[in-house]
């Protein structure tokens, strides 16, 4: 990054530095710094306590963490698309289709492959097949309805 | 929005940025300099201390406007990056507390007056930190970049037993996340021992989750250390290499930077503000 801060212990005249680290410096760590750091005063304009809450929880969830924010029951974010790639590919009408699809199908395949040699490997051992409750012979057809599953 | 703004208009407050001390460049060094809104920096003396502030207009600024700011993360980010720059510029030259993001006055009377109420402790702050600049540490876990490694070789001979590779990556993926968070946490481990003669003091700061963090791989340690600022280069070496042999495991540097982490009086706890 910049040496500027650094640089002023001994050169005076830096070239300014002022306006560079500042857009290359990630606005998570100022951020960081600026809203949770520096010295604290109330000046003399007020938020209103209660907001100011939730704003810093808000912002935490932008730099901090979520598992706390999902700890006290926090989560619009995940259906604010701007916020959470989970709710991007979760809401059907932002859904980056083709791709989408293409990791589908391709978990699909490889489901139909794992669950045909669950199955030979079922019949290696005498077990019964796949598909728990109703028997089809240990073999391949039965295996091909086991549709529930989710592939995470 | 309003470059028109007049200082001297009714309905400007002042925006502190940061407390120095008087006399020192502070005072001039960012003359003819713009703050947020475009309007010009000007610092206002009280005793031996000097705020560094702007006008900025009251509809923006007053209650409402703030809120509305910080719940905008468009404005929020024009807000911090401006607010974080005319904190660094100033730093160039001359130690500064850097206030935090949005400290607002109705007037130049009250920031005298604050700065008349604080003085001792922000004498004594300034004290502490004069010289000194703040670096980040950060180190990263991510499994996904040591599998990648890892795995690539394994794949080309299973094709035809997919449910037996498939369990084997499983496993290698399982034993390479632990594999990776357990070098992670090595990793991080080795970050003081490497700058115990350098830095001067630490803060754990919340490691950063969301998406406004743009790397790749968990934060699984973000932490700052105080420095002075003719050891920030001795700091980086020491930490040099580190992690660079560990699949997986990455250790991100920023800073210098003004002591954000460290002009927060002892009692606020240092990492975790309630």
Redesign the interface.
């Known amino acids: 990054m910049s040496d500027s801060l650094a640089g002023r212990m001994g050169a005076s005249s830096a070239a300014s530095p002022y306006g560079q680290q500042q857009s290359s410096a990630n606005l998570a760590d100022i951020l960081e710094r600026v809203l949770d750091k520096g010295v604290v005063i109330a000046g003399d304009i007020q938020i209103n306590l209660l907001d100011i809450e939730l704003l810093t929880i808000k912002l935490r969830l932008l730099v901090a963490s979520v598992d706390k924010a999902k700890e006290m029951g926090i989560d619009w974010w995940e259906h604010d698309p701007s916020l959470s790639s989970r709710a991007r590919t979760e809401r059907p009408e932002a859904r980056g289709a083709s791709r989408d699809d293409a990791a589908g199908s391709q978990v699909e395949a490889e489901n139909a492959r794992l669950r045909a040699e669950i199955a030979e490997l079922r019949a290696a051992v005498g077990l019964p097949a796949a598909g728990s409750g109703q028997e089809s012979l240990p073999g391949r057809p039965g295996v091909e309805h086991a549709e529930g599953e989710e592939s995470k | 929005m309003t470059a028109e703004m007049d200082p001297a208009t009714d309905g400007a407050?002042s925006y502190?940025y940061a407390?120095g001390r008087a006399g020192t460049p502070v005072e001039t060094a960012l003359a003819g300099?713009q703050g947020l809104e475009g309007t010009p920096l000007r610092t206002v003396r009280a005793g031996d201390l000097v705020a560094l502030v702007s006008s900025v207009p009251s509809a923006s600024?007053?209650?409402e406007g703030?809120?509305a700011q910080?719940?905008d993360?468009g404005r929020?980010?024009v807000l911090?990056?401006t607010?974080?720059?005319v904190?660094?510029?100033a730093?160039?030259?001359a130690t500064v507390?850097?206030?935090?993001?949005?400290?607002?006055?109705?007037g130049d009377g009250?920031v005298r007056e604050?700065l008349g109420e604080?003085e001792p402790e922000?004498s004594a702050?300034l004290a502490r930190l004069e010289?000194h600049?703040e670096l980040?540490v950060k180190v990263y876990a991510d499994p996904r970049e040591a599998v990648a490694v890892s795995s690539r070789e394994a794949e080309a001979d299973t094709t035809d037993?997919?449910?037996?590779a498939?369990l084997q990556r499983r496993r290698a993926q399982q034993q390479n996340h632990r594999a990776t968070y357990r070098a992670a946490g090595a990793v991080a481990a080795g970050v003081s021992d490497r700058v115990a003669g350098i830095a001067e003091a630490h803060v754990t700061?919340?490691?950063?989750?969301?998406?406004?963090?743009?790397a790749a791989g968990e934060n699984i340690v973000?932490d700052a250390y105080l420095v002075h600022?003719?050891r920030?280069?001795a700091f980086r070496a020491a930490l040099a290499g580190l992690g660079d042999d560990v699949p997986g495991v990455r250790v991100e540097i920023?800073?210098?930077?003004?002591p954000?982490?460290f002009?927060?009086p002892p009692e606020?706890g240092g990492g975790e503000?309630r």
């Open positions: 407050m502190v407390v300099r600024y007053g209650a703030v809120q910080m719940e993360l929020l980010e911090a990056r607010h974080h720059a904190v660094e510029a730093y160039e030259h507390l850097p206030m935090r993001l949005a400290t607002v006055y109705l009250r604050m604080r922000f702050l010289g600049v980040g037993r997919p449910g037996r498939y700061h919340r490691p950063q989750q969301g998406e406004l963090t743009e973000n600022g003719t920030a280069g920023t800073g210098p930077w003004a954000y982490s002009a927060t606020a503000p």
